[in-house]
Structures are given as structure tokens and as C-alpha cells.
């Protein structure tokens, strides 16, 4: 009998790959273990996350891309006359062309197919909701009458809807259907106030300590809270953490960890990537996941990871960060909180229900091969005869961080008064500790407050804490800066992370004084 496999290379385990991924020897587990592992892929050869477990029950590992091209060869379906002779027996047996569009058949595969034996429901999902102290209700048609809304908290605005992967594909409904019933309730919900968050039922099944730990901070349930200025920040790959608290678990390509690190353990993490996109913007970073540690709130966490990105961005020379929200689960605030702009809202697009292996795919992951073009088989043809059927997302949000340091202010009165300042700072204004080679080195805070009064206000007061430990002030104007010491630094100041601020006195301090004495003195001389 024809082997359907084709190993163009030898399918190993890979130790040490596994360890750098997971942090965990392979070996440490049993043949069955539901442990993932790196191992080289049959048909190309490249490494392929697998469990154990399938992996010695199949004997190789093998990628979903690799699979189809692999089915290319060996699958009768890509016959005209076989796929005709199918849709002939599915319409005389069950009435439809392909047999999973049949109700009965569907149920069937929906049921029988389930991993796990008690069928889990929308109930559970709202039992466990109740269990942890969520003031939440249950099948409510009052929000968005007469649409009905799974599970609905009324004092904080916030429902979830718990989405059965056959009843919401195109499995059963019809495509405009299928692609407007979520983002349509979406739109809903958010014309009277409330956030809707989409759960499908597989994401739930496969990813279920993830989807509880991200609903319990959506309803703000969290139990631990802890201030982001007891954390320090690390480097080190932490895959495992977003393998075990991301519902996408961690990242293709990751240039670099950030991590929230308190009492020794990781309590938050936030990684950047390069454009996934081949010809992508080589002048941007990806921020691709932030997370934070299960039943566990970071006060100011997502701001201190954030602000580490940026630092490591501007000296990587980057001069923009992006970053995707997924409507279906996030309305996307957070990027709001963190400076970033909305540069894109984009349409529902969809993923694919695999019926038979009961699990999701990405569009990505089904396209057609070369061997499928040839054979003049329609996408939907050859996905349909695989029980692979189409389920619509509600669309992402495209948003962008500009990094490119600001101008300096030009304006003649403005750099007149500056070379004011500079010319009357002396050594007897600096604090001990701060001086330098000139006058100038240490006067940033002086020089800034005395440039502020003189000026008459309306500036905004910015600092920084440079490597050094050492904070640096300067003022702005309509966004431009105006930076009396910036000559004391042989390196550029990055003034987009500054923080806006005030003088640490409500008035002129006593060092104030006496520069702006200087500065009347010696304008009224010349």
C-alpha cells in the first residue's frame, strides 16, 4: 500500500531547541506527554511546534502547510470526475453536495467530535463567572432588544458572547450571515454603552485557563495587586509565560522580551518583532503580545513595559511601533493609554473550523497549492470536502506609535532668551553633585525654571531619567522643545518619553531668583 507520507527529511526531536522554547527538556516526559516539542518537519524540514505525545503516535512531525501539499498528491479529490461522483452520492444520500452540510450529520460531528466528553457549554463559562464574584446575568435580552446576549454584566457594561463553532460558521449559516452576526452585535452593544467580548467555542476548549484569566480582568476580579515601581525589567525569552497566560499563546519571531519581574518571578511581559508583512515598514517594530500573570493587576505595569519598548526601539533606530487590536475580544483602549494612534480600522475577516480535527486554522494556513490551481478545484470546494468551514471575525484596528524625536523650537525670541540664560549660569547655581566641566552641565532644572517665569508660563514642564540615574528637565511649546543644557550631552536626548511634570515649588525657587535677576541685569545693560 502507497505511504501518504513523504519525508523529504528525517523527523527528529530537537533537545536543546525545545529548552530554548519551553524551558523544559523533552526527555523529562513520557512517549504519550501532551508537553509541545521542537522537531524538524518530514516534508521541509524546518523546525514545528508538536506534542509529544502525537508525535510518537505519527512517528514525524509534519507542518499544516506541509500536510496539504502532501493530500496535493495523493487526494482523489483533485479529479474532476471524483469530486463530481462525491457530490453525486452526497445528494442522493443526505440531499446536499458535501455530507457535513447536512443538520443531522453537523450535530453529529459537533458532539462526537468534542475532546472533551461533557460538552462544554456557555454555562460552564458563566458558573465559573458567578463563582469568582461576577454580577452577571444569563441569556439577557434587555441590552439589545430583541438580540440576545450570552452572559451581560449591567454595572459594568460588559457582555460576553459565547460563540459554538458550527452554529457560527458557514457550516450553518449562509455567508452574509455568517459575516455580519458578530461584528453586528458588536456595533449594537456599543451604541448603548457596552464592550462585547466574543469567546468561540474552541479558543475555549483549547486555551481555557487563558480566556479565565483574561475575562477575570475584564471584569476587574483580579485579587493581586502590585505597583509597577516594586518591578524591575528582564530580557530573557519567556515564551513559556505567554504560552501559559496568552490566548495566542507566544509569538513567531521575537526580537526581544520585556519582562515585569517582582519578588523573582514574571508577573507581566510585553515582546516586540519585526513587520510580519514580507516588504513590511523596515523603519518599524511590532508590539505582538501583552500580558500579565493570571488573578494578578500590575498598577502602572503596562506603562513601564511600554516605556522599556520604547527605549530599546529609539536605540535600535526605529521610528515607529505598530500594533494590531482584535475587535472580537478588545475594543483596544489600551493603545489609547499608551500614546498610540488608530491608524486603521479593518472589515471582518475570517479563520477556518476544521470539523474533522476539531480545531481552528488560519486563512493563511488553507491556501491553495500549485497542484490545487492546476486542478481548477475552488477553495471552497476543496475546504468543504475537508469539513474546513469558514467562521468571521469582527475585524482589527491597525495602530501606530511615532517615535521620531521632536523638533526644536526656532523662534527667535526664544533662542534669544535661552542664550540669555546659558550666558548667566555660574557654578554658585549648580547643586553640589551635578557639576561639570561648565556652568552649563547640572542647570537643567535652574535653567529651565528661570526660562519658564521669564517667559510669562504657558510652556509644559518635561523630565526624564536618563541611564544614569540622573533626571533631565526641559520645557516645550506646542511640542517643540526648548532645551537651555542640551549642550552638556554628547547623545541625543530622547524627548518623546519625557513626562510632563511641574516645578518642584509653587513659585520662583531662591536659585530661580537669582538667574532672572542676572538675566533683567544684563538686559538692561545692553
Known sequence: MQTRKIHNYESVILVEETIAEYGYSPDKYGPASAKFVIATCRYCGKHHKIRKGFFNKAGSACHKKCKLEEQAFFSPMIYEEVRQKAKKTNLERYGVEHACQNLEIAKKISIVKSKNPSNITKKELYDWLISIGAKVSYNDRSVIFPLELDIVDKDKKVAVEFNGSFWHS????????????????????????????????????????????????????????????????????????????????????????????????????????????????????????????????????????????????????????????????????????LGFELEQEYDPSYFYFDAKNDRYCTKQSQRKTNKLRESGVSITDWNNSRSMYVIWDCGKKKWTYNIEEKKHCQDSSVIELMEKIRDNLSYDLVKEGYRGETPVHGSCYIASEAFYHLFGGGLEIKRYKLDNGIVHWWLERDGEVIDITREQFNFEIPYRLGRSCGFLTKGPSKRCKILMERVFASTLLS
Not at 450571515?177 to 462585547?196: S, T
Not at 471584569?219 to 505597583?227: D, Q, R, S, V, Y
Not at 523573582?264 to 501583552?290: F, M, N, P, Q
Open 170 to 337: 458557514e457550516a450553518f449559516l449562509d455567508r452574509a450571515k455568517a459575516k455580519n452576526c458578530h461584528i453586528h452585535k458588536m456595533r449594537e452593544c456599543e451604541a448603548v454603552g457596552y464592550r462585547l467580548v466574543h469567546i468561540f467555542e474552541h479558543t475555549y476548549l483549547h486555551h481555557k485557563d487563558q480566556v479565565k484569566n483574561y475575562l477575570r480582568s475584564v471584569f476587574g476580579l483580579n485579587e493581586i495587586k502590585i505597583g509597577a515601581r516594586k518591578c524591575i525589567i528582564t530580557h530573557d525569552n519567556s515564551n513559556w509565560f505567554l504560552n501559559k497566560y496568552h490566548i495566542q499563546g507566544a509569538p513567531k519571531g521575537t526580537t526581544m522580551f520585556f519582562n515585569l519581574v517582582y519578588d523573582g518571578e514574571i508577573v507581566g511581559c510585553i515582546t516586540a518583532g519585526k513587520h510580519h508583512e514580507k516588504g513590511g515598514d523596515s523603519e518599524a517594530c511590532v508590539l505582538t503580545r501583552l500580558v500579565f500573570r493570571d488573578n494578578t493587576t500590575v498598577q502602572g505595569g503596562s506603562s513601564k513595559l511600554f516605556s522599556s519598548l520604547k527605549k530599546w526601539a529609539i536605540s535600535s533606530g526605529y521610528k515607529k511601533i505598530l500594533s494590531w487590536s482584535d475587535n472580537t475580544i478588545s475594543e483596544g483602549n489600551i493603545y489609547d493609554v
